[in-house]
């Protein structure tokens, strides 16, 4: 068993799409471990997303991530991580797989409808960044 980090971003909450994508992941038999919403600060989201600090994209990323409401999960399952991320699809819509959720849902590379952690590495540093041991429910 396997967990990963899952957002539903700004532009999904705002257009009332959350209850398709968490359909979405249920159908696809992950165990939502835990799971909030939330509204990042800018501060907040540069901390997130350090591993990008310095990037071109990475000021107009973290204002995007903090314009609004955000829905955080705890995905759990066999090969969370990686499963995750075929299902989200590429980071660019216009380049994701059918059937994924970036090519249904995502607008452009930036405003991609969904996150999810590239690594074990970065499972373990995006989960407790978000979540205390209280708040799991597996
Ligand atoms: P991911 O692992 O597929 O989410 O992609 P990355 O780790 O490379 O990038 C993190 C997030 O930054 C993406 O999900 C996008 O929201 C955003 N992003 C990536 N590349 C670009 C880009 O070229 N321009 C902009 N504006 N945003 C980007």
Do not use: C
């Amino acid at each position: 068993m396997e967990r990963t980090l899952a957002i539903i971003k700004p532009e999904v909450v705002e257009r009332g799409d959350v209850g398709k994508i968490i359909t979405r992941i249920e159908e696809e038999n992950f165990k939502i471990a835990a799971m909030k919403m939330l509204r990042l600060t800018k501060a907040q989201a540069e901390g997130f997303y350090h591993v990008h600090r310095g990037k071109f994209f990475f000021d107009e990323l973290t204002t995007y991530m903090s314009s609004g409401p955000v829905v955080v999960m705890v995905l759990e399952g066999e090969n969370a991580i990686r499963r995750w991320r075929q299902i989200m699809g590429a980071t660019d819509p216009a380049k994701a797989e059918e059937g994924s959720i970036r090519k249904e849902f995502g607008t452009d590379i930036q405003r991609n409808a969904v996150h999810g952690s590239d690594s074990q590495e970065s499972a373990a540093f995006e989960i407790g960044y978000f979540f205390a041991g209280m708040e799991f429910h597996a």
